[in-house]
């Protein structure tokens, strides 16, 4: 059973990184694409990016190449930065595998539990 | 980017009743539409992918069907762990976009 884990800094002041990572177990890591989601309270879902062992990425334009993703495979982890910060960050960040069928036919089939990140001084 | 409209946004219904929630995206996306339960507090879930493909484990009460630009998810017969709030993906092209959720709650 794949397991994901996200970990990392949850208080995090305006102008600031802020850095996660996810921590995956149970399955084969360097054959997948693996990607970040947030969830800002109360609201709905945020694509933020992806990325492939190859490294492959692609980002969500929305957030203006403050995004970085990258990927460990000696550790099965891969890790998101998010530059210049604002309270608008402020959301629950979520891991998740993404299964690939060929072309657009894909989704998110294995989700972290998700960790709050708030943007605050 | 291509957006994604779900409704409604909100409903109530009993258990046992028949449920629809229909996604419209704002150009032809073939079927590259996903289906999502997110509960309280947990992250969301697979349903159905590919528009219409049910994710193993998942009850045979949930349906998805459409093509194109309209799309609807079904549960058949409500049940009490069912009551969730619902979001469609599309992942025709990048950005992948979500819709803005549709939450079922207790009549």
């Known amino acids: 059973q794949v397991q994901l884990q996200e970990s990392g800094s949850g208080l995090v002041k305006p102008s600031e990184t802020l850095s996660l990572t996810c921590t995956v177990s149970?399955?084969?890591?360097?054959?997948?694409?693996w990607s970040w989601i947030r969830q800002s309270p109360g609201k709905g879902l945020e694509w933020i990016a992806y990325i492939y062992n190859s490294g492959s990425t692609n980002y969500n334009p929305s957030l203006k190449s403050r995004a970085t993703i990258s990927m460990d495979t000696s550790k099965n982890q891969f890790s998101l930065q998010l530059s210049s910060v604002t309270a608008a960050d402020t959301a629950v960040y979520y891991c998740a595998r993404v299964m690939l069928h060929g072309g657009p036919l894909y989704y998110f089939d294995y989700w972290g539990q998700g960790t709050l990140v708030t943007v605050s001084s | 980017d291509i957006q994604v409209t779900q409704s409604p946004s909100s409903l109530s219904a009993s258990v046992g009743d028949r449920v629809t929630i229909t996604c419209r995206a704002s150009?032809?996306?073939?079927?590259?539409l996903n289906w999502y339960q997110q509960k309280p507090g947990k992250a969301p879930k697979l349903l159905i992918y590919?528009?219409?493909s049910l994710q193993s484990g998942v009850p045979s009460r949930f349906s998805g069907s459409g093509s194109g630009t309209d799309f609807t998810l079904t549960i058949s017969s409500l049940q009490p762990e069912d009551f969730a709030t619902y979001y469609c993906?599309?992942?025709?092209?990048?950005?992948?976009?979500f819709g803005g959720g549709t939450k079922v709650e207790i009549k």
């Open positions: 150009q032809r996306i073939s079927n590259y």
């Open positions: 590919a528009a219409s």
């Open positions: 993906q599309q992942t025709y092209s990048t950005p992948l976009t």
């Open positions: 149970g399955g084969s890591f360097s054959s997948w694409y």
